[in-house]
């Protein structure tokens, strides 16, 4: 039968094989001659710290996490867990990315479910910390473990696991979308608000539009009605508590008129857009504003005016082209998604916008380099309604070679692929 190894005589083959004495290794490593002899001689021994290990490991010259896979073992002496040594442990495996061991760590923990809020506690102080990435296997562990089905504590879990990982893997967030969205109401209001607000861009940049209307819906009524629960609370006791949201309250209701009027736009129906658009383009009635509310209504009011003018263009007005090209001038922010829109119109009505392709062309090439999942479905979307400009205006082999720089780079950054920028160059392949 072949021996294991346990952590203390792993560490006393390596005193033997170089010749130490608890003296002369107590010298090097820092650890007390006495306390180094009661780890490894006492009955029972005496448990050791990870620093303690670290120190060890450095001292023999071994990689930082040397021990690790033995240390384990410690951390559960006699069977039983002791979080005064888990805790610690587990932090130094995050720092030094030793997934392997945090797993083997949680899966022996939650042997015991009465460990479940411990473990909650320590994800949620990694998340405090910065440390987003590194909580996930945490909250993975609530997730899996959790009794309550209804709790607060699952809910949350999934929220900052779904937060963690979406708009880096677009397929992936739809996975988790999906899981997310009934636990989205269990949350505290501070986190339902972020939370739709995520859920409304995920499906914007799939492009499902009965969804982002339906969460635009969602998200506006319910930053209203904590709105209005506020001044009711301010009327009574002549002071408010600001609600400790990651966006100022008056963002998340304008970005849910603004949500529901882009998927209305989208899907053709412009009467019923505008009268969205109404309702985020002055939020100056907002009480309580702060200097960052004040930004958000300022930025709500540019976003209103931009998207006044796409509604015009799709309606066909092309005389508002050269105002709506200065309005872009005037705020180079609003360009790309400008650019877009006026493709589209020229593609619905049939105009020339050779000269404003020419202009911008080198400044959307650009777009592609970019890692922010905004810039890219913007540059998605001018490739898609280019080739489409190209093909109506007879440039065939133009058309075919946007539409494959377009799949060539949704490939390379694992991207939604529609079917129908697909179909478009079946279709004018075998046309051609």
Request: proline share 3%.
């Amino acid at each position: 039968m072949k021996h294991t190894p346990t952590i203390r005589s792993k560490i006393e083959t390596e005193l033997k094989q170089r010749g130490y004495t608890f003296s002369s290794f107590s010298k090097i490593s820092g650890i007390n001659r006495g306390t180094f002899s009661t780890m490894l001689n006492s009955n029972p021994p005496k448990p050791i710290s990870v620093r303690q290990m670290d120190l060890i490991t450095k001292a023999l010259g071994y990689p930082e996490g040397w021990l690790y896979e033995l240390y384990i073992d410690e951390c559960f002496y006699e069977g039983k867990g002791h979080w005064k040594r888990i805790k610690p442990f587990l932090l130094r495996c995050v720092e030094l990315g030793r997934k392997e061991c945090i797993q083997k760590v949680l899966s022996r923990l939650t042997e015991d479910l009465s460990y479940v809020p411990t473990i909650f506690e320590l994800a949620e102080e990694l998340h405090e910390a910065g440390q987003e990435n590194e909580s996930v296997p945490f909250y993975e562990c609530v997730i899996e473990n959790e009794k309550y089905r209804y709790s607060e504590r699952l809910a949350i879990s999934q929220y900052k696991r779904f937060k963690a990982y979406t708009m880096s893997d677009l397929e992936k967030s739809l996975e988790l979308v999906l899981e997310f969205i009934p636990y989205r109401n269990l949350l505290p209001e501070r986190y339902q608000l972020e939370a739709i607000h995520k859920i409304t861009n995920i499906y914007f940049y799939l492009h499902k539009w009965d969804e982002v209307e339906k969460y635009g819906h969602e998200l506006k009524k319910l930053a209203y009605v904590i709105y209005r629960n506020q001044q009711i609370t301010k009327e009574k006791r002549r002071t408010t508590t600001r609600l400790r949201a990651e966006r100022n309250l008056v963002f998340y209701y304008g970005y849910g008129f603004l949500s529901v009027s882009t998927a209305l736009q989208k899907k053709g129906l412009i009467k019923e857009a505008r009268a969205e658009l109404e309702g985020y383009a002055d939020l100056s009635w907002f009480k309580g504003l702060d200097s960052e509310g004040e930004a958000d209504v300022e930025q709500f009011r540019v976003w209103a005016k931009a998207n006044s003018y796409t509604l015009d263009l799709l309606l066909g007005k092309r005389d508002i082209l050269p105002a709506y090209i200065t309005f872009l001038e005037n705020h180079p922010e609003e360009i790309h998604s400008g650019l877009v829109t006026i493709l589209e119109t020229a593609n619905k009505y049939d105009f020339d916008v050779d000269s404003i392709i020419d202009k911008y062309s080198e400044q959307i090439k650009r777009l592609q380099e970019s890692d922010d999942v905004k810039q890219l479905t913007y540059y998605y979307c001018y490739m898609y309604q280019l080739a489409i400009y190209h093909y109506r205006r007879g440039r065939i082999l133009k058309g075919q070679e946007d539409t494959l720089s377009y799949l060539s780079l949704s490939q390379q950054r694992n991207w939604f692929k529609p079917p129908i920028m697909i179909e478009l160059l079946q279709d004018h392949m075998q046309s051609d």
